[in-house]
């Protein structure tokens, strides 16, 4: 049972994450935007590996709903 409200749980934050944009997804994952982040920030974008920032996400919205 409890397996089951994990996965449902794990596919409502997917849904959610799947939905932003890239960018959005790695402002959240390093907390916010930080000074000197904007210089780099469209490379480091541009750079990122979508699928990587979204499991990342989803594992670190996961561990903060399960706590």
């Not at 409502?12 to 904007?38: F, Y």
């Not at 469209?42 to 996400?57: E, P, S």
């Amino acid at each position: 049972m409890s397996n089951l409200i994990n996965d449902g749980i794990r596919e409502g934050i997917l849904a959610d994450v799947e939905s932003m944009n890239t960018s959005n997804i790695l402002r959240e994952l390093v907390g916010g935007m930080k000074p000197g982040i904007s210089e780099s920030w469209d490379q480091r974008v541009a750079m990122a590996d979508r699928d990587v920032v979204i499991d990342r996400l989803v594992e670190k919205r996961f561990e903060e709903a399960c706590r």
